[in-house]
């Protein structure tokens, strides 16, 4: 009886830990939105509303009328202008050594940056591309614009 209650607690307590899977943590999040801006993840198409969190592998569209603004967990600024198509490729953090890596694509479009802590303590751990370039980060502020090109 007493190997019967044990084997029953320990199964409950395994499936009750299984069940608790880390959510991921967030990049970032929207800290203003105006006009058409659509977050893509895992094949759906989100409001990009303020406050929406945005995740490593995220996609952000915006419409003819879209703008939008994200605050990156290190204190980067991203700033997309209308027509853009930017994805955060890579992000990590560690917000006790300031240490992690980025990598973001523009497809098209405009993206202001004011780079954050990942920059001033390894800047060579940034990278920003576009479908022909691939720039490192040297500064603390720039911007990107790429011409027609694909959606994708």
């Given amino acids: 009886m007493i190997?019967?209650?044990w084997a029953v607690a320990c199964a409950l307590a395994c499936f009750s830990t299984a069940g608790l899977a880390q959510a991921p943590v967030s990049a970032g999040t929207v800290k203003n939105a105006a006009g058409e801006v659509l977050i893509e993840r895992a094949g759906q198409k989100l409001p990009a509303a303020v406050g929406a969190p945005v995740f490593a592998a995220d996609r952000l569209r915006t419409g003819?009328?879209?703008s939008v603004g994200i605050t990156l967990k290190d204190?980067?600024?991203l700033s997309a202008g209308p027509n853009s198509l930017l994805s955060l490729v890579k992000f990590a953090f560690d917000s006790t050594t300031n240490a992690g890596a980025?990598?973001?694509g523009i497809r098209k479009?405009?993206?202001s940056v004011?780079?954050?802590k990942i920059a001033r303590q390894t800047p060579e751990s940034i990278d920003f591309h576009t479908p022909t370039t691939v720039l490192g980060v040297r500064?603390?502020?720039f911007v990107i614009e790429v011409g027609r090109g694909s959606d994708e």
Avoid: F, P, Q, W
């Fill in 3 to 5: 190997k019967t209650h």
């Fill in 64 to 66: 003819a009328d879209g």
């Fill in 75 to 77: 204190n980067t600024l």
């Fill in 102 to 104: 980025m990598s973001v």
């Fill in 109 to 111: 479009g405009t993206l």
């Fill in 114 to 116: 004011a780079t954050g």
């Fill in 139 to 141: 500064g603390t502020e």
